[in-house]
């Protein structure tokens, strides 16, 4: 069974960072692309991040030049390093891994940015 465990979440105040880790049980890791996306309150689920097998990164207009995605395939390990954290950022963290015959999830990490 492929598990997605991540964490590293917490309360930070605005300006803070916070640095995610999802710890994944995938036999290939290396195929995967790998991404993180998030949930506020009331609203939909939206991407984040996404970093290819081959190390090519995607980022959402809203955390561009402030969150940089990672990945250490020995490790089986994928980060999320956040920075200059806005109360808007707040919201539950997902990992997500993918490749053309299967998707996973891990069960989340919550990401307060508040003072």
């Known amino acids: 069974q492929v598990q997605l465990v991540e964490s590293g979440g917490g309360l930070v105040q605005p300006g803070g960072s916070l640095r995610l880790s999802c710890a994944a049980s995938?036999?290939?890791?290396?195929?995967?692309?790998m991404g993180w996306y998030r949930q506020a309150p009331g609203k939909e689920r939206e991407l984040v991040a996404t970093?290819?097998?081959?190390?090519?990164?995607n980022y959402a207009d809203s955390v561009k030049g402030r969150y940089t995605i990672s990945r250490d395939n020995a490790k089986k390990t994928v980060y999320l390093q956040m920075n200059s954290l806005k109360p808007e950022d707040t919201a539950v963290y997902y990992c997500?891994?993918?490749?053309?015959?299967?998707?996973?999830w891990g069960q989340g990490t919550q990401v307060t940015v508040s003072s």
């Open positions: 997500n891994a993918r490749q053309v015959l299967a998707q996973y």
């Open positions: 995938l036999s290939i890791f290396s195929i995967y692309t």
């Open positions: 970093i290819t097998s081959g190390g090519s990164t």
